[in-house]
């Protein structure tokens, strides 16, 4: 199968190329690129990708960091099976290409909530609140790269990501920095995504 991995930011694209270079073999073909921090930025990166692609690709795959609701710990490594925009505030039915869930490749029953900025505990109780949930991912990317990969001849999209911050246990964006500068190294990604 041949993959493009979408690494968000250069933290997370140094940390899959240094597994990427540090495998011994592997089963599919990978290119990473880099495609930027937010909807905005990582759609315009992940189209430029695709449209700048000798080959096409099976798959589109999202690596990277989260923060998580409560029932996850830092360290968990997420596969969620459905991605939605929790930002888009949008009257039900008015907007469904925006606000209509998006089916993921991974086997955990969890759905990434994305939006535009990083969420405190506050924020995920109202998004909790506001779909009905008691777990969920946050990120800021994956809802957006899903509508990329419908574009181009809808794309199957999977995320696998470390649960870097749980808010609603006192975590912060130091919690994340911390977190993040431990796990340079993305082998345990990279193995969860040679297992498709």
């Known amino acids: 199968m041949r993959i493009l991995i979408c690494a968000p930011t250069s933290r997370e694209f140094r940390a899959m190329q240094y597994a990427l270079d540090h495998a011994s073999s592997l089963k599919h073909t990978y290119d990473l690129r880099e495609v930027g921090i937010g909807k905005a930025l990582s759609s315009a990166g992940v189209s430029r990708a695709l449209t700048l692609a000798t080959?096409?690709?099976d798959m589109l795959a999202v690596v990277g960091f989260a923060a998580s609701?409560?029932?996850r710990k830092q360290g968990d490594i997420v596969?969620?099976?459905?991605?939605i925009h929790h930002d888009a505030i949008?009257?039900?039915?008015?907007?469904?290409e925006i606000t209509d869930p998006r089916s993921l490749r991974g086997g955990d029953k969890e759905t990434v909530f994305t939006g535009d900025s990083f969420v405190n505990a506050d924020i995920i109780r109202e998004i909790k609140r506001r779909f009905g949930v008691e777990c969920g991912l946050f990120d800021m990317e994956i809802a957006a790269i899903c509508q990329v990969a419908e574009l181009y001849n809808n794309i199957p999209v999977v995320a696998v990501k470390y649960v870097s911050d749980v808010?609603?246990?006192?975590?912060?964006e130091h919690s994340y920095d911390e977190f993040a500068d431990a796990h340079s190294d993305f082998t345990p990604l990279l193995e969860r995504?040679?297992?498709?």
């Open 193 to 196: 995504l040679e297992m498709l």
């Open 69 to 71: 609701a409560l029932g």
């Open 167 to 172: 808010p609603e246990e006192g975590h912060s």
């Open 55 to 57: 080959e096409p690709y």
């Open 90 to 96: 949008i009257p039900e039915g008015f907007c469904p």
């Open 79 to 83: 596969m969620p099976s459905c991605a």
